[in-house]
């Protein structure tokens, strides 16, 4: 009686572990790398709603680690090669800090096309067609676009587009600065990081950037003007895993993540960033600082120079042998149809 009591402790045991075994084989912790702070909005609005909802969904088969703050990788520009290389499974970064990398998304950025975040995500959408051979080489998960940018200076107040020759300022990627030269002033390419520290000391006369970056870097303690209004050019951001790391999830895993990404999440991303714009212009008001609305003429002033940037990238998009002028139609014609 006790030899069989014996062997069925042992049989029952064993079952026990190889069970656990079994478990352990199937879970999966993806690493998702950003180089934000853990208090930044798309950390604690997307990121880590993401890995919450995914842990569920897959009844804790499928979890994301969240490594902030460049962890695994500290530079911005180079998210898109962290998630290719596997050194994460998951990275949030912006095409804008590799252009040439994205030459189909560079377009979704340009001056003129949108007046909105919620717009220009919709288009990019819209028109996934398109831009999809920019992703070929990794999964993407998401892909979304902040408000237009503003003019943010510090000790010249920018009312006239004139009022922007001689000036240094920070832009964030090849459209950026193809806008300021075209406007008269030298660009200056930054990380967002030392804007702060840059404007304050002089080493820029002001920032071209999307309003949500005001309370990320408190931009209203450094900068007194702020020019809004203008159709500028934005900036793109993607989300995005390496191939190896999707393909290694079950069928029923890839179907959980899908459903949680794509263009939900990106439209969620985006009112994010609209929110934190708002938010962003409040705090300048709160400061005391001066907010400066365009005059009609000042657009007119501004459309048409933006069409000298959209002939420069439309001619460089012609030399990649990318179709350029499709995708703007594209995109122009999906942006019309919101409005």
Do not use: C
């Not at 990794?138 to 000790?155: G, H, Y």
């Not at 030269?181 to 967002?192: D, F, H, I, Y």
């Not at 209203?220 to 895993?241: D, H, I, K, R, W």
């Not at 263009?263 to 609209?274: G, N, T, V």
């Amino acid at each position: 009686m006790n030899k069989r009591l014996s062997s069925l402790i042992h049989f029952a045991l064993a079952g026990t572990l190889s069970f656990g075994l079994v478990a352990a084989a199937s879970a999966r912790e993806l690493r998702l790398a950003h180089f934000m702070s853990p208090m930044h909005h798309m950390h604690k609005r997307m990121m880590q709603p993401l890995a919450d909802k995914l842990a569920l969904e897959t009844g804790g088969e499928v979890t994301i680690r969240i490594f902030p703050s460049g962890e695994l990788s500290k530079s911005g520009a180079a998210q898109w090669r962290t998630a290719l290389t596997g050194v994460a499974d998951i990275t949030f970064g912006l095409q804008g800090y590799t252009s040439e990398t994205f030459p189909r998304t560079m377009f979704a950025v340009a001056p003129g096309l949108f007046h909105s975040s919620a717009e220009a995500t919709t288009a990019m959408w819209e028109n996934i067609d398109a831009l999809a051979p920019d992703y070929e080489r990794a999964r993407l998960l998401a892909m979304w676009a902040a408000e237009p940018a503003i003019i943010m200076t510090k000790d010249v107040p920018i009312r006239t587009l004139n009022e922007m020759k001689g000036l240094k300022i920070r832009t964030a990627d090849q459209v950026g600065a193809a806008i300021v030269q075209t406007l008269g002033a030298t660009p200056v390419p930054l990380p967002a990081s030392e804007m702060y520290t840059a404007i304050d000391t002089g080493v820029i006369d002001g920032i071209m950037s999307d309003a949500s970056t005001i309370e990320s870097f408190k931009l209203q303690e450094v900068a007194n003007y702020f020019t809004v209004g203008l159709p500028s050019s934005t900036s793109a951001y993607f989300l995005v895993m390496n191939r190896r790391s999707f393909d290694g999830l079950t069928a029923d895993q890839q179907a959980a993540l899908n459903a949680l990404t794509g263009r939900d999440l990106s439209m969620a991303a985006a009112s994010s960033y609209a929110t934190e714009a708002s938010r962003g212009l409040d705090m300048v008001r709160a400061a005391g600082k001066t907010i400066i609305e365009v005059e009609p003429e000042v657009l007119e002033d501004f459309n048409a120079r933006s069409d000298i940037v959209m002939q420069l990238m439309l001619k460089s998009a012609d030399e990649a042998g990318v179709n350029g002028e499709a995708i703007v139609e594209g995109l122009r014609s999906s942006a019309s149809a919101t409005r």
